[in-house]
């Protein structure tokens, strides 16, 4: 006769289980992962529960936490995958990031300061991009519109004169654009 604690003991057990991700498909409505459980015990296709408005493509070898509910290791469902091979690291107490495996990253910086790190900045706006702030910097940039860039503007501006009105020339701008 089996020890009832025991049984209990293994059900409980059978709860919640460390994996690694072998892979994954995320064309799916709800992403599916291919784990290897602690124990090797492989498992094909188990449902990721992700948070909503959060989705992620792990790579494999990320480390996942699989629960199976009532122990039954049949049916489980991934509810967190982690990489540490690639985790931002560092933040300061309360802030949060977004981050991959390339060095992308957005983070909610202490002090109300939003960071974005990235090769290529791209907004995709249908209607319109607005920035409503009253400074706005590109310390180490140019500005560039269809036509021309802000130098451009200011280089003709600065150098432009005007024909008066006895057939002469005006002199250049007394306050150029700087």
């Not at 469902?77 to 690291?89: E, F, G, P």
Request: charged share 25%.
């Amino acid at each position: 006769m089996r020890n009832p604690m025991e049984a209990i003991q293994r059900g409980l057990s059978n709860l919640l289980a460390r994996a690694v991700v072998r892979g994954l498909n995320s064309a799916a409505k709800c992403q599916t992962v291919d784990v290897a459980l602690v124990a090797g015990d492989p498992k094909s296709s188990v449902e990721h529960l992700e948070p909503y408005g959060f989705t992620a493509a792990a790579h494999p070898g990320a480390e996942a936490v699989a629960l199976f509910l009532s122990g039954d290791r049949s049916h489980g469902v991934v509810i967190t995958v982690a990489d540490r091979r690639y985790r931002l690291s560092g933040l300061k107490s309360g802030e949060v990031a977004l981050y991959s495996d390339e060095g992308d990253s957005i983070v909610l910086r202490r002090g109300n300061r939003v960071e974005v790190n990235t090769k290529h900045y791209v907004v995709n706006a249908v209607e319109k991009a607005t920035f409503n702030t009253p400074l706005l910097e590109v310390p180490n940039g140019e500005i560039t519109d269809k036509t021309s860039t802000l130098s451009k503007m200011r280089e003709q501006y600065n150098g432009h004169d005007h024909d008066d009105t006895h057939g002469g020339q005006t002199g250049k701008p007394n306050q150029e654009m700087k």
